[in-house]
């Protein structure tokens, strides 16, 4: 019977070839018509092609798929025959008249079809959409009706594009799950997987083979527990659909010009979200799962918490110990931890608040979204074998309840807390944190009670009390700096909060490690004081920041730098490991740069040799990202104020990362300006705003990156530049050579090596000035920002910037005695291991 239909086949080709081109649109198929090797079927919009194919190196094997029409260099998102490659061509594509696709090959017979049921009395009609879904679908009916008889977005590939769901239909059995390609050459189905799990609380996962590899955490109506909140963007839209019928996750392109896709790689083992830079022509990465070791399936065993920016990164829930000490010091954690005293249920037992977690396993829950938290506890309290339990859905008041039974496995320290999760523990480990608790709470009462009399009675002696107080509150890794507290929303809280669970160092072991703060170790000085480079007892390399007694700052920067960053987490901001507050010390200690500070580069011809374009695209990058967290994704939103070349602060693999929080301040949730008496900061960064009427928002932030922007682009400072034939700084001499269409100029004796990428440079030049406009509603916020820089958008005309007027007159307002101006340190610190 094959044959006869591949003779039918040769025999009708040229009149069925003839009717496809000139009889019906190029985007479909009927009954009775012949897509062979050599043509194409294209999306009614151009966006999506399909036709036969060979990957990669493979010259005999060829496949059925669908790939993106606009980009030049094939990038295939969807295969029929995956596993059965025709190797004898030709092949054809038809359907029948019952609605069912035929993949024909000439020796083999239907190498592959559509398995949706063959229906009668249809007009079938095989269909490619611009969205990239191939779908079988009744003629009769509009395009638009979304009840296909068949579609491929059912069958999904290694790559999700918008549109297509992850999940599954709990009516029909149906699931959709992405399996990666084995290698480039061959599209059948490789080691990795990704899928929603169909658990009493759902969450995506990813396997290679059966195990579990990488978990995105349980939904629970806001985002997936330990992932990042997912904030609207112009973008991509996101929605999760969970109920009796459904479970599956899906997006929707906003920006119908954005071209982008998920996609697993079996090579890396990761899941990436790529965009599509039609400039550069490539495809760029915008995310990938997992993100870092701590996203690494039950690294830390049963029990364990990973904390990533904690060096060892496994650490044991308190309460809990190691199973195997011997293999933990190891840093072989896979056995986990293990109760330090045993549950004796009915014997008396409560449960431990944790905060700032990603949410364990779901593999062993039980899920009722009808109860309250306090129903839930019950519940679980009387249940011996619930180990914990916390809200399912946090909208709103937040309500449900989820219960875990069985071991507690894949657990990692999270930015946010909005979901705590409550252990079973027994009453005397209860009872012994709450003392501990009370003692802490006297302390400072005592502390802060003796401070303001001792204040009051010897000028500054309160110095010495707050050391006192520090010393006594060395903090202990595996206890208070593992998810417990009870953060509110409240700024200052918060602060306050963070502030306690800093460690602190002894100035004597700060002195061994900076050879008593030797000549040779230092590494610079600013406004604070010198900067040392120092070695700890186990090895760590630190930079050390010392309050010099003459400096313009004091105790007030220092604690305020201390309480701002000691618990902030991102990849763009410089670590915080602890601070002394000894007698007359003041010290902060923080990871050590081996590259130092990015004007050391930026700012010489001969090292900025060595900072080619790439690398400074890169350190944009992550300075906006470490902005665009500090003003909004934070839990705290903070305005840095001093932000400058000498505070981007660069690791071994030129990382940038954002410094020097000495100066910044912390907005309340609702607040988006304030004001100032005392303007501090670094002139030629700071906004006309700030530095005239003490004025700052996210938007005085956002004029000293643009400024920092154009001097990473060009070379050249922009206070003190000079020009012979004017008078104007950096940012007016670029907005001058832009209005009169010569941009270039500003980069054309730039030391960039042999890098260079000209629409680039532009679009960040563009940018740079529209972030230094006069008027900050002008500024764009950081969010915009980034995506200017990563897209190919129409951007605005960018007006006058701040300050455009003669230097004698900046320099005559600046030396105004209306306000004071401190400059914090040129040369500051980090790194020490990368995060």
Known sequence: MMNILFLLLVIMEPLCLFVIKRGSAADTIRPSQFLREGDTLVSNGGKFEMGFFSPGKSSSNVYLGIWFKPIPVRTVVWVANRDKPIQNPPGALTINGSGSLLLLCQNHGVVWSSSSPEQDGVNPVAQLLDTGNLVVRDERNSESNSSYLWQSFDYIGDTFLPGMKLGADLKTGQVWRMSSWKSPDDPSPGDLSYGMEPTSYAEALMRKDSAKFFRSGPWNGVRFSGGPELRPNPLIGFQFVANSEELYSTDQLKNESVITMYRLNDTTGTGDRYIWFEAEQTWKTYLSNPTDNCDTYGLCGAYGICVISES????????????????????????????????????????????????????????????????????????????AYANSDIR???????????????????SIDDQPLYIRMPISELVAEEKHSQRKKVVLV??????AITWALIPYSGVVVIGFYLHLR???KNSEGNARGNLGNDCTNEMQERDMELPSFDSESIAYATDNFSIHKKLGEGGFGPVYKGTLLDGREIAVKRLSLCSGQGLNELKNEVTLIA?????????????????????????????????????????????????RFHIILGISRGLLYLHQDSRLRIIHRDLKASNVLLDNEMNAKISDFGLARCFGNNQTVANTTRVIG????????????????????????????????S???????????????????????????????????????????????????HVGLLCVQQQPDDRPNMSSVILMLSSESTLPRPKRPGFFVDRNLVEEVNSSNKFISNSTNEITITVLEAR
């Open 312 to 387: 060892p990164v496994c650490q044991c829930v308190k309460g809990f110990v190691p199973k195997s000490p011997r293999k933990w010091s190891t840093m072989d954690w896979s056995e986990g931890c293990a109760r330090s005293q045993a549950l004796k249920c009915g014997e008396g037992e409560g449960f431990a608040k944790f905060n700032g977690l990603k949410l364990p396993d779901t593999a062993h829950t039980w899920l009722d979204n009808s109860m309250n938290l306090e129903e839930c506890r019950a519940k679980c309290l009387a249940n011996c074998s619930c180990v």
């Open 396 to 414: 709103g008041s937040g309500g449900g309840c989820v219960m875990w039974f069985g071991d507690l496995v894949d657990m990692r320290q999270t």
């Open 446 to 451: 005592c502390v802060v009670v003796v401070a």
């Open 474 to 476: 060395k903090s202990n």
């Open 567 to 615: 618990k902030l987490q991102h990849r763009n901001l410089v670590k915080l490991l602890g601070c002394c507050v000894e007698g007359d010390e003041r010290i902060l200690i923080y990871e050590y740069m081996h590259n130092k500070s990015l004007d050391f580069f930026i700012f010489d011809q001969t090292k900025g040799q060595l900072l080619e374009w790439s690398k």
């Open 682 to 713: 670094t002139y030629g960064y700071m906004a006309p705003e700030y530095a005239v009427d003490g004025l700052f928002s996210i938007k005085s932030d956002v004029f000293s990156f643009g400024v920092l922007l154009l001097e990473i682009v």
């Open 715 to 765: 070379g050249k400072k922009n206070r003190g530049f000079y020009h012979p034939s004017h008078n104007l700084n950096l940012t007016g001499h670029a907005w001058r050579l832009w209005e009169e269409g010569r941009p270039m100029e500003l980069i054309i004796d730039t030391p960039y090596g042999d890098s260079y990428y000209v629409p680039q440079m532009l679009r960040c030049i």
